[in-house]
């Protein structure tokens, strides 16, 4: 019998951006960056791929992703040699840049990470495509279509969720960018593993889903409201009730990976009796 890595056969999709009160709550960017570091880093080791929608800023939590792979190899199967991250590129992101920059950024990161192009839709463009994209000035209604779409076929690439930190205000799209990743989440009863211990829009989430005390007044960012139709019951994440209540709101890297690797076991293997 062939051994299998516990998460070899998982998508994990990881959506984190910087939180605006992370100095109220006596943190800085850099907690945030090893928070995910060390996330993505045991998701690696127990043979999970990683989904993501990244913009491919310098210095960026794309180009974190990328260091990451490249040190830390994904645990694959034998025989697995697909790629340790999955990173979809939203339309208004390709239409920015030339096709032969694009291509090149294939190449680069062959065996690290495959990179999928995104139309306005959120449709596949084949790289030999990219020759013929119309590069133009992008709307705000351009970026909230594109962005829904590829929010979407994220979560359709993934079998779970984790979403930490996130802007409420300055956002492009419909609603803030973790707002969307986890709403697309709870819609189709994906597991969702949420971080509002980092503060942003992850803990205003929580609140809308009642895990922290509700707001004096409620948060101003649009879809706020919509939450309200769900609580805790929907994360549908392998985790009880009161492990969701320490995950939400610990700012211990080690505790939240603990307690994310346990609800995705559970998932995996709900006949291992793994608790």
Known sequence: MTYQEPLSQKAIAISISESPDMAVLGLGPEHLRDAMAEIARYLLAMGARLVYGGDLRANGFTELLFE??????????VGDARSAIVNYLAWPIVVSKSAAEMRGLVDELAGLAELHFLDRQGGYLAPAALDDAVHHAVSDADWAVALSAMREVLTRASDAKIVMGGRTEGYKGRMPGIAEEALTALEVGQ??????????????????LKLFPQPASPPSWTGWNVFGRFDGAALRNGLTPEENATLVRTVHVDEAVALILRGLLRQAKPAAGIV
Not at 68 to 77: E, I, K, N, S
Not at 191 to 208: S, Y
Request: charged share 25%; glycine share 14%.
């Open 68 to 77: 990451l792979v490249a040190r830390y190899r994904r645990d694959a199967d």
């Open 191 to 208: 597991p969702l593993f949420l971080l509002g211990g980092f503060g942003g829009c992850a803990r205003e989430i929580a609140m809308a």
